[in-house]
DNA sequence: ATTATCTATAGATCTATAGATAATGC
DNA sequence: ATTATCTATAGATCTATAGATAATGC
């Protein structure tokens, strides 16, 4: 028992705490629980990108999902949990998505080529989830925010890392810290930028324009 | 008399129309109408930023304006009309103070400089304004919404006017249109995410080094 | 008389839960 | 017996307007 409770004690001292925020449930099966709000989930993305959070009644989520109103508060305890979740997923998969297509890579400055292009094009796939996250994020709970804006944070540092490793091994140009987390942070907002703008940019460039235009705007900063 | 119409037809052809959308009202008395109508709006602004659209009630909005909500319903026709009255409002305060400050200036690239650190400095002032917009533009009737898109629209354009004076006076280097109208997205965008970004980019940077930095970035692609 | 403002409320929702029912496993 | 699900509804709002009242100007 103390070596399990040692093990226990290794392992959340290696690994950082789960950024995810737990919300209670009635019910004791958790992988129903993870089925069930995966339902949930899938379901009322759809429904907030079309209507909006406040649009969107509990009952229209419990009925997207598939069951009744009184099930879908068995596993939430309020429509503001749902929108948490609906977050959470949106950049568990953006995350995952930019981490598969950046595993291969060359030097730093080929490395964050590729990022950029991967990132971009995650971004034109999932254009309206990004925008649901910039409309609602405001209406989620103190606590709640926390958790979204770190997980956004954590996206934005795939970027600064990839930076260091050009620094680091001279294919990019010296640059501080305060460059670093900046070049991250624009990095990541033109690509939401393709997103929010799409109105007047996708008129004037395709996808492929606004990648290369872009790249080379962003790489010429750091040669 | 016919010098007069003369006179307002040329006036109209060299003024293009009024890019604001028309809201009814039963008052008769236009200087009312207009009064009135900035107290919703001074009043509202402050409810839409604390509390966001939705939970802010027309009661509320009335009462914060001074008067009753049969009143209300005198100079709107609906709730909508009034966070449309909002997204203009604060889209012609932020281009009124950019163009103010921007109107002594050099060569393209001076002017362009000194107009980057003057908006820059606007997005800072009118933090809480340009969130707002973010979050509720998607809740605007689409025909109020292609009105406050063009306004945004207009504001990137100060941008590429001043990329354009550049080229033209070879203070900045050669640039086709694509490029310009991308970096003037690119500009308008970078002011915003100050405020969009603020709980990362804050405790990092004030706004002097935010300014400083951001300009190094843009003006070093313009050389 | 006309214009502006107010009071009172019709009518329509919407979230969250209590208590009843069905399904599951001992 | 325990766990999951459903039905029915309490309780609380909220927008928009109709009809009554007050203010203004001839």
């Known amino acids: 028992m103390s070596t ?23 019910v004791k099966d958790p992988a ?25 009644t509990t009952r229209e989520m419990a ?24 977050c959470q997923a949106i950049h568990d998969e953006m995350e995952d998505r930019l981490r598969q297509r950046i595993r291969h890579a060359g030097s730093g400055a080929q490395a964050l080529a590729a990022a950029i292009e991967a990132y971009f094009s995650v971004c034109d796939q999932m254009s309206d989830h990004i925008l649901l996250i ?8 103190p606590e709640s925010m926390r958790f979204v804006l770190a997980h956004e944070e954590r996206i934005t540092q795939v970027f600064a890392e990839l930076l260091d490793r050009g620094v680091g091994d001279y294919s990019l140009r010296p640059l501080n810290r305060a460059e670093i987390e900046l070049m991250a942070h624009n990095i990541a907002v033109l690509g939401h930028m393709w997103t929010f703008r799409r109105w007047s ?3 004037r460039f395709s ?4 990648i290369a235009l872009q790249s080379e705007l962003i790489l010429g900063q750091l040669r």
Chains 1, 2 share one sequence.
């Open 63 to 86: 009925q997207a999902a598939g069951f009744s109103i009184g099930t879908l508060y068995e596993y939430v305890a309020s429509k503001e949990d749902v929108l948490y979740l609906v």
């Open 134 to 141: 910039y409309q609602e994020t405001k209406s989620l709970p």
């Open 207 to 210: 996808l492929e324009q606004y």
């Open 201 to 203: 940019l996708r008129p």
């Open 4 to 26: 399990l409770a040692g093990g226990r004690t290794r392992l959340k001292a290696l690994k950082p705490a789960e950024p995810t925020r737990d919300i209670p449930t009635a």
């Open 32 to 56: 129903l629980v993870a089925k069930r709000r995966r339902q949930i989930v899938d379901a009322t993305v759809q429904l907030f990108i079309k209507k909006g959070f406040h649009k969107t």
